[in-house]
């Protein structure tokens, strides 16, 4: 019977992960984010397409190096391959995170559905399939974590410690919420599991090491300056210049908000990006369906998942935990060291990866309730099963909501390559050379065959309504 | 409670769980389904003409239309719900453009070889006259002879 329970929750995954690629694929590649990018993996070699990436407080080689690896099966068929990639990363994400739920009962098989819906509908997942540069780094990073999480869960093999280690230095090279994946690892080895062996975690912890003292010693390392970019700030959002007029003195006050801000948003959808939109709204009497249903949603996985803690807590103080107590512990470290990771500024996207594991802790308690359940009182069973529903039903609409969103930047995308010209000069992209202006117009062409309805049709009548829960 | 735990679940909230997310599953089967089936499903719309093109904002539809043939100085037909009058109404993709007040849509349709002659001017003019879209007007003056 597990065995048919797995099959049903990778059959659910699967139509999920399908039905949400579907919209992705159609998404036209970006003039903006992915066209200079894209030129430049063409004309550079790989020694400067990966030493583009140091430098200014980042060390991303790999960054340019996966592009380079990427375009050279890419070239004359760059949409089909780079929106191709962006599909497949997606559904191998649903598929990990499937897995690690590891099913075993109807209870987990039939907390999956909601579990997927929150990982897929969650905001911090949103910049993860609204967007590529032309690959997206963070959708990457989330798959990366998710793979460490299989890969500590299963019997000791060599073959996990090597990938583990691999795994460890090629997301750390690429964008620093790599780190996470040894976030995964340690926490999933600390409370028992022993897929990755000490000694792999170990070395991988080394690298990771090295790899962050090198940053700080690098020119222009360290960590990002105020005036790199906007950042949410209490009601609004501040502009580099008033970032640094209000925090270029003593930066650590902002650097703290920027990490519990980030914390917060995981755990109930606010604030977002820094800014509380949802208290801000809801002052002012304009609050949006879609604000509402998100809040309400994470609020509710939040309770899942801090009810599991207090069942468990017992247990725990005597070191003894089991595959879904690991499952929160790492989601609950993910959570703190990416809300860590992101003190120089806010954006949603960046909790990506403690969004997903985030998920996936409140799938396996949402899995121990159903099992607690079975035991409770009728009216017990009654009231849960209310607060269930319209939980799932919060969630239900965040899923389709995501949909709408990525048809959305599909429209907005395709629209933004009518002005390709004036983005050329805005940003001093030279296209007149033949090869460039090939590549640029053949990208315009493919994104101009691609027919996305406006989002303005629906918003007549009864869609209007409809769009008022999605945005 | 995962090992001590009973296997068996509590079915009333296992169902309140997932008769939501059933509905949603049910509208994924259908992309996947029709996906499979070569349909677009919730993707492909009618066909616009380039002023209902204009009228939703769809500047690439608008271009891809122009660069498909269609002629931007002529009137198309807009359908009842795309039109502010809720009535078809026939008007060039400027009338549209000026009509939902997008500067960037009027300067994309010049670009694409909309015709902005001085009777056609005067009409846009006012009409954007009418509707307080102050930045088109300044747009079609600088085109004409100076401020009228």
């Known amino acids: 019977m597990t065995r048919a329970w797995r099959a049903v929750a990778f059959v659910w995954g699967t139509l999920s992960a399908a039905s949400l690629a579907y919209f992705v694929v159609r998404v036209p590649m970006q003039v903006t984010d992915s066209l200079a990018n894209l030129l430049g993996a063409r004309e550079q070699s790989w020694w400067t397409a990966m030493a583009g990436g140091v430098g200014g407080g980042y060390v991303r080689p790999l960054l340019g190096g996966e592009l380079k690896l990427v375009d050279a099966f890419a070239a004359g068929r760059e949409t089909v391959v780079y929106r191709g990639l962006h599909g497949f990363e997606l559904v191998a994400c649903v598929l990990l995170f499937v897995s690690a739920v590891r099913v075993r009962d109807a209870a987990s098989a039939l907390a999956v559905p909601l579990g997927v819906a929150m990982l897929l509908g969650a905001h911090t997942f949103d910049g993860t399939v609204r ?208 809300a860590a990771l992101s003190f120089p500024y806010t954006k949603d996207v960046i909790m990506s990866a403690a969004g997903a594991l985030y998920a996936l802790a409140a799938t396996v308690a949402a899995a121990a309730l159903l099992r607690r359940l079975a035991v409770a009182r009728p009216p017990l069973v009654f009231a849960v099963s209310v607060l269930l529903m319209v939980l799932s039903a919060g969630w239900s609409i965040r899923l389709l909501a995501v949909h709408y969103r990525v048809r959305d930047a599909a429209f907005v995308t395709r629209n933004e390559w009518t002005e390709l010209d004036a983005w050329a000069a805005r940003n001093r992209v030279d296209l007149s050379s033949p090869t460039r202006a090939t590549l640029a117009r053949r990208l315009r062409d493919d994104a101009l065959d691609r027919r996305v309805p406006s989002p303005s049709v629906n918003e007549h009548g009864e869609g209007r309504t409809l769009v008022r829960y999605f945005e | 409670m995962n090992a001590a735990a009973p296997r068996s679940l509590s079915w009333s909230a296992a169902a309140a769980l997932a008769i939501p997310l059933l509905a949603v599953a049910l509208c994924s089967a259908r992309v996947v389904v029709g996906w499979m089936a070569g349909a677009n499903p919730f993707w492909d719309g009618r066909p616009l003409t380039v002023s209902e093109a204009a009228m939703v904002r769809d500047h690439a539809e608008v271009v891809r239309l122009i660069h498909g043939g269609a002629d931007p100085n002529r009137s198309w037909l807009v359908a009842s719900d795309f039109s502010d009058s809720h009535r078809p109404e026939t008007i060039t993709p400027l009338e549209a453009a000026v009509q939902i007040r997008r500067l960037e849509l009027v300067e994309l349709l010049v670009r694409e070889g909309a015709t902005v002659d001085e009777p056609v001017r005067a009409r846009l003019v006012a009409r954007a006259r009418d509707l307080h879209a102050d930045d088109i007007v300044a747009y079609l003056n600088r085109r004409g002879e100076g401020p009228r």
């Open chain 1, 131 to 338: 967007e590529a540069f032309p690959i997206n780094n963070y959708l990457t990073v989330v798959v990366a974590c998710l793979l460490a999480v299989n890969l500590s869960h299963g019997e000791p093999r060599r073959w996990r410690d090597v990938t583990a280690v691999a795994l460890v230095v090629a997301t750390m090279l690429t964008v620093e919420s790599g780190i996470l994946v040894l976030v995964c690892l340690a926490v999933a080895w600390l409370t028992g599991a022993r897929g990755v062996s000490r000694g792999a975690v170990l070395a991988a912890g080394v690298v990771a090491l090295a790899l962050i003292g090198g940053r700080f010693l690098l020119p222009g390392g360290g960590t990002p300056a105020l005036s790199e970019r906007p950042s949410g700030f209490g009601f609004g959002r501040l502009e580099p210049q008033e970032l640094q007029a209000r925090f270029g003195a003593f930066p650590y006050f902002f650097y703290a908000y920027n990490v519990v801000c980030q914390a917060l948003s995981v755990l109930f959808a606010e604030p977002s990006a820094g800014t509380w939109a949802f208290i801000r709204d809801l002052l002012a009497g304009s609050l949006r369906p879609a604000r509402l249903v998100a809040v309400a949603s994470a609020t509710g996985a939040t309770v899942l998942v801090v009810w599991f803690c207090a069942s468990r807590w017992s247990v725990w103080r005597s070191r003894a935990f089991e595959h879904d107590d690991r499952l929160v512990l790492v989601a609950a470290a993910a959570v703190a060291v990416n």
